[in-house]
């Protein structure tokens, strides 16, 4: 099984400010991976798919790169609305997401 | 855009099984994969299984199989995930999800509460 690993667990930023969110795979998965954004009691929403396509919707102050092994989320100027659990998800070889990142407002 | 709508929350006793249904409507249901995926409380995502379009081949896994049985419905739209032989472990939020083939899981449904608890 592909173990994605997600760090920081928790990353506390001011609105306004950016934030940089990572994620890493134990083994290679091309640029099949995804990004989520879920709120409390919600289900999760998609953000980002191929590692750097922007779902539909999603605005552009969210950006996504990398591939292989290492993936990152970028958030520029943070909005109230975008405090909340980051999950990556990798679909290469069947379907494992990491652990999150819990995205706090300082 | 299209929605999935899930069947409503659920308590069984330990030993039990459990049947959620996922309702689609605003897309041609049987284009997409739909995946089940669970949510512990305070976990992280898994994925448990899904069904094919059209074909109706279903893959599982490792974790579930044996315990998970996903069918769907095409006249009525509706997918379904059983689970049997439940324990207080499978406490958690179950989600179908529309696998939009390589842009990822894009459709969600409101999930369902399931409770093992005796």
């Known amino acids: 099984e592909i173990v994605m690993t997600q760090s920081p667990a928790t990353l506390s930023v001011s609105p306004g400010e950016g934030a940089t969110l990572s994620c890493r795979a134990s083994q290679s998965v091309s640029s099949n991976l995804a990004w989520y954004q879920q709120k409390p009691g919600q289900a999760p929403r998609l953000l980002i798919y191929g590692a750097s396509t922007r779902a539909t919707g999603i605005p552009a102050r969210f950006s996504g790169s990398g591939s292989g092994t290492d993936f990152t989320l970028t958030i520029s100027g943070l909005q109230s609305e975008d405090f909340a659990v980051y999950y990556c998800?990798?679909?290469?070889?069947?379907?494992?997401f990491g652990q999150g990142t819990k995205l706090e407002s300082k | 855009q299209g929605q999935l709508v899930q069947s409503g929350a659920d308590v069984k006793k330990p030993g039990a099984s459990v049947k959620l249904s996922c309702k689609a409507s605003?897309?041609?249901?049987?284009?997409?994969?739909l995946h089940w995926v669970r949510q512990a409380p305070g976990q992280s995502l898994e994925v448990m299984g899904w069904?094919?379009?059209?074909?109706?081949?279903?893959r599982y896994s490792e974790k579930f199989q044996g315990r998970v049985t996903i069918t769907r419905d095409t006249s009525a739209s509706t997918a379904y995930m059983e689970l049997s032989s439940l324990r207080s472990e499978d406490t958690a939020v179950y989600y179908c999800?529309?696998?939009?083939?390589?842009?990822?899981?894009?459709?969600w449904g409101q999930g369902t509460m399931v409770t093992v608890f005796s």
């Open positions: 999800a529309r696998d939009s083939y390589d842009r990822g899981f894009d459709i």
């Open positions: 069904i094919n379009a059209g074909n109706i081949n279903t």
């Open positions: 998800q990798q679909y290469d070889t069947w379907y494992t």
């Open positions: 605003g897309f041609t249901f049987n284009n997409y994969p």
